[in-house]
């Protein structure tokens, strides 16, 4: 009896926290960003910087550096120094994926979706983050903020983007979005994909997730091929 196949979809996934884990590598380079433009460690600045830094991880970091220094060029200094920083510690070997993601990866693109994957980091970074994984040829595209007109998260243009470049589907709503922050359930619910997944493996808990539009909630994003062969 021949097995039947329910259509492919687009599947957008976000990296850090969802695929790769950094082990808190944002707030270690962001440390050294604040501290390459005066920001002390241990000053109620610092701290309230920082905090922020933990409240909008999944955003576009430059949007973030844009609130955080007020001024464009400060705002730039800083991306600058945080993505030279992250990426000597992606050099370092910080990173690593998590837990049957690149198994989770195969698996949905042999199951015949289409898999984009997705930051709120520079290209330079992700093509970093891709290179120490050896994950440069695993998905169909990887996208960043800037391929998508420079807005990143909770902004729903990269989900759109990869809509619109892969061509993988004809109604936005056969497309899966799966993310650790609320910016990625945003996103997802702003671009009208079908399913939001939030996995519990980065930044934001189960509450949160619900509370910012997701469908789903997983334990990891190796839950997500055994959730779409479930029946609609």
Known sequence: MTETRTP?????LDMAGTTVADGGLVERAFERAADRLG????TPDHA????????????SKISVFRHLFGTEERAQLANSAFEE??????DGGLVSEVPGARATIERLRADGHTVVLTTGFARVTQDAVLHALGWRDLADLALCPADAGGRGRPYPDMVLAAFL??????DVRETVVAGDTAY????GTRAGAGTVAGVLT???????????????????????????????
């Open 165 to 170: 470049r892969t061509g993988a589907v004809a």
């Open 202 to 232: 980065g930044a934001h808990g189960r509450d949160t997730l619900t509370g910012h539009g997701a469908t789903h909630v997983l334990g990891s994003v190796a839950e997500l091929p055994a959730l779409l062969r479930e029946p609609s």
């Open 39 to 42: 920001v002390e460690p241990g």
């Open 85 to 90: 920083a992250y990426a000597q510690l992606v």
């Open 48 to 59: 309230e910087k920082l905090q922020y830094v933990r409240d909008t991880m999944g955003e």
């Open 184 to 187: 990625d359930m945003l996103s």
């Open 8 to 12: 492919g979809k687009l599947i957008v």
